[in-house]
């Protein structure tokens, strides 16, 4: 099973609402990560968990939150954002975070984001 | 600091031609790994083709190929007998660092289109 399953795939949202989107992997990996895609942009790295352990947090606002409750799951916790926060939120997860260079990372669909 | 460079926004190819799909490379890690991924419309990132720093050989997947030149610092994807299926963005990453976690750094991405 090389799938990471991401949920809901659209989602629309006002700026007061509180939403999640959810991530999982049972391919084994302890890497997990969430992206964020802007229309005809590459991917942008937001977070990284390595062992349920936050790593990395790439400067993002407080008003996105992420949280790793086991190894197999991953979830962004979404409160008050701005339109400009509309776009495509990617998961993905590797073996480690580690200095692997051949770790390949994959990913999930996607959720597509609207902030209205 | 890591920098991936995509010189070409879109390109063009005929069905069964080979295409070439630019990608230089900037790090001053000495180990690093380079990746290719496909993204259709529908948002999921594809892995198609890894390329260790060390790897004396250009890797190989099926259709794809990594044209690996190591002075150069670049790694172009090479794909023959191009398919309708292979119209997506087509993303160059690298894989490198040295704050004892290693991520992905995309290109701005290349968008292929075949034409019948």
């Known amino acids: 099973d090389t799938e990471v399953t991401q949920t809901p795939k659209h989602l629309v949202m006002g700026m007061t609402n509180k939403k999640s989107l959810k991530c999982e992997q049972h391919?084994?990996?302890?890497?997990m990560y969430w992206y964020k895609q802007k229309a005809k942009k590459p991917p942008e790295l937001m977070f990284v968990?390595?062992?349920?352990?936050?790593?990395i947090n790439e400067s993002v606002p407080s008003r996105f939150s992420p949280e790793c409750p086991n190894s197999s799951l991953l979830n962004l916790h979404l409160h008050a954002l701005q339109p400009e926060d509309s776009a495509l939120y990617l998961c993905?997860?590797?073996?480690?975070?580690?200095?692997?260079?051949?770790?390949?990372?994959?990913f999930g669909q996607g959720t597509r984001l609207t902030v209205v | 600091a890591q920098k991936i460079t995509q010189t070409q926004p879109g390109m063009f190819v005929q069905e069964k031609e080979a295409v070439t799909l630019d990608c230089t490379y900037d790090?001053?890690?000495?180990?690093?790994?380079l990746f290719w991924y496909k993204q259709p419309s529908s948002g999921e990132m594809i892995f198609l083709i890894y390329q260790g720093s060390y790897d004396q050989q250009n890797a190989t997947e099926g259709r794809y190929s990594l044209n690996f030149q190591k002075a150069r610092k670049s790694a172009n994807l090479v794909i023959s007998a191009s398919q309708l299926g292979d119209s997506a963005m087509y993303f160059c990453a690298m894989r490198g660092g040295n704050s004892g976690y290693s991520t992905l750094t995309f290109g701005k991405g290349t968008m292929l289109l075949v034409s019948p």
């Open positions: 993905a997860s590797s073996q480690d975070a580690g200095q692997n260079m051949n770790t390949e990372a994959f």
């Open positions: 790090t001053s890690d000495p180990s690093y790994g």
């Open positions: 391919m084994g990996h302890r890497a």
């Open positions: 968990y390595s062992y349920e352990k936050l790593s």
